[in-house]
């Protein structure tokens, strides 16, 4: 039971370069998100999915897109890289009506766009 | 507009001392109530977490937090801290089964004295 994985864990990209972030979680959780955490601050949302096949927009969206082909994956794509996407990216997923709270994160994706 | 403030940047106590980190929110309704620890380098981890019943909540780790409905804040306390618990607290708050509405606080960063 590995959790929550993300992939990769550090990237270096130039503006206008695309990547996809990938996040993996093996516990069967209906929901997963995307977060991104600036210096100084909260995490902000930035898409989420309550289900495979299924996405939905968060706080902070534009300039980023993302899939949920299985349920198990939820890839956060970067069309165009622009420096303000200089974050660390962490992705979370959630068990549907469970009688006890379960969140569980990953370890985070540092990205730094030149 | 709905926030989360959390007005200690940066606290130190000794080890073995009591700890009270503050949150205050502003939102219409009484939403999802959450503290999570970040330790350096990896991702967050859920403390606990206060939707309705009993306004003290027990979470891992030894921690607990009050939620108080007049003061419109969530406070975390431990009763002796422990070396470990050095790291950043956040505080957030969320709306509606998705947790789609979601703000986190800026964080408070806890350093540890031995």
């Known amino acids: 039971n590995a959790g929550v994985t993300q992939t990769p864990k550090f990237r270096v990209l130039k503006t206008g370069q695309s990547m996809t972030l990938l996040c993996a979680q093996d516990?069967?959780?209906?929901?997963m998100y995307w977060y991104r955490q600036d210096p100084g601050m909260g995490l902000r949302l930035i898409h989420y999915s309550v289900g495979e096949g299924t996405t939905a927009k968060g706080e902070v969206p534009d300039g980023y897109n993302v899939s949920r082909l299985k349920k198990q994956n939820f890839l956060l794509g970067l069309e165009s890289a622009a420096p303000s996407q200089t974050s660390v990216y962490f992705c979370?997923?959630?068990?549907?009506?469970?009688?006890?709270?379960?969140?569980?994160f990953g370890p985070g994706t540092r990205l730094l766009v030149l | 507009a709905q926030s989360v403030t959390q007005p200690d940047i940066h606290i130190t106590v000794s080890e073995g001392a009591s700890l009270e980190l503050r949150c205050n929110y502003s939102y219409g309704a009484t939403p999802y109530l959450f503290w999570y620890v970040q330790s350096p380098g990896q991702g967050l981890q859920l403390l606990l977490k206060?939707?309705?019943?009993?306004?003290l909540v027990q979470g891992i780790k030894g921690f607990e937090a009050e939620f108080k409905r007049s003061q419109s804040s969530f406070n975390l306390r431990k009763p002796s801290v422990h070396w470990s618990d050095a790291a950043e607290y956040f505080c957030?708050?969320?709306?509606?089964?998705?947790?789609?509405?979601?703000?986190f606080g800026p964080g408070t960063s806890l350093s540890v004295i031995p």
């Open positions: 979370a997923s959630r068990r549907l009506l469970a009688i006890q709270e379960t969140q569980y």
């Open positions: 957030a708050v969320a709306t509606g089964t998705s947790y789609d509405k979601v703000i």
């Open positions: 206060y939707f309705s019943g009993d306004t």
């Open positions: 516990m069967n959780h209906e929901y």
